[in-house]
């Protein structure tokens, strides 16, 4: 049996074309040694691809479990952002994809941008990507922290409070460090900003 299997799955049609004995129908679990998978959009664009080098497809659940996936998100042909975690799952007729354990998001074409986070959430049909836990965001100018992310289609990443960050010097050692309640962080514009309940208090750092 070939080590390599590819299926490409078309939403929101959800068919599934695979190699040849990738996916047998009387087992309830199928072992694959090795993972290429790129999802599709109805028109035919693809949405993002996920490589694994261990996982197991469901056939009852309908479900992917995948063991060290590196996902690509994309934007066209160009990959827009890389993900990895320890392990992921795929399910909900491959609409809904989580990540769990060590999840590292890498912003593409941004100077060390990179985020964190112990999980990570993502239904096809939103544009919105949520991080949950121990969450991270960090650069060559800053890093904030807090316990819950959005990470928007508008480049804003949306920290929930309580939320802490540091701002770094030019030897890229911590200067500052204080703590605050919500905070946006603008990828575009590479800005901060806090604002708090009352919406009475509210700055902007830009870098």
Known sequence: MSNIYRLIICLPLFMLACAPNVIDKNKVKQNIESLDM??????????????????????IELKFELKKPIINILNGEETKYIISSEESSLSDNNKLLKLKGNVKLSILKKDGDTLYADNFIWNIENTNYLLEGNIRFENQNIIL??????LGSDNIIEFFNPVKYIIKDENNENKYEINSENAYYNLTTESVSFKAKDKRVKSIIYF
Do not use: L, R
Not at 38 to 59: A, L, R, V
């Open 145 to 150: 922290n807090s316990g819950k992310a959005i």
């Open 38 to 59: 790129t999802i599709f959009s109805k028109s035919g664009e693809k949405i993002y691809s996920i490589t694994s080098p261990n996982s197991s497809y469901d056939n």
